[in-house]
């Protein structure tokens, strides 16, 4: 079992920064693909970055060159770094950890945290 908590949301600019946070308890961190998701009101939810427990990360072509995921298994935590944001990149941002262990799907997700992009 996984808990997933997101911090670091807020209100910014367009051109601004902010850094989103993702902790975790539970047991093996590590191990687990992690994920950050994103809902804007209207839309589907989309995959917006990807980080595996290798390490290989993955974004969709939208925030390519301006958000970059990581991770710190040392302290059970997952952040996005978000640069040059775009009023497109307000949504509510989820925090996602999957992995398969013997054909079983585990897949946690966090309660969001709200970006709003508005000058």
């Known amino acids: 079992q996984v808990q997933l908590v997101e911090s670091g949301g807020g209100l910014v600019q367009p051109g601004g920064s902010l850094r989103l946070s993702c902790a975790a308890s539970g047991s093996g961190f590590s191990i687990y693909t992690m994920n950050w998701y994103r809902q804007a009101p209207g839309k589907q939810r989309e995959l917006v970055a990807s980080?595996?427990?290798?390490?290989?990360?993955n974004y969709v072509g939208s925030v390519k060159g301006r958000f970059t995921i990581s991770r710190d298994n040392a302290k059970n935590t997952m952040y996005l770094q978000m640069n040059s944001l775009k009023p497109e990149d307000t949504a509510v941002y989820y925090c996602n950890a999957g992995r398969i262990s013997s054909g079983i799907p585990y897949d946690y997700w966090g309660q969001g945290t709200q970006v709003t992009v508005s000058s």
């Open positions: 980080i595996s427990s290798g390490g290989r990360t």
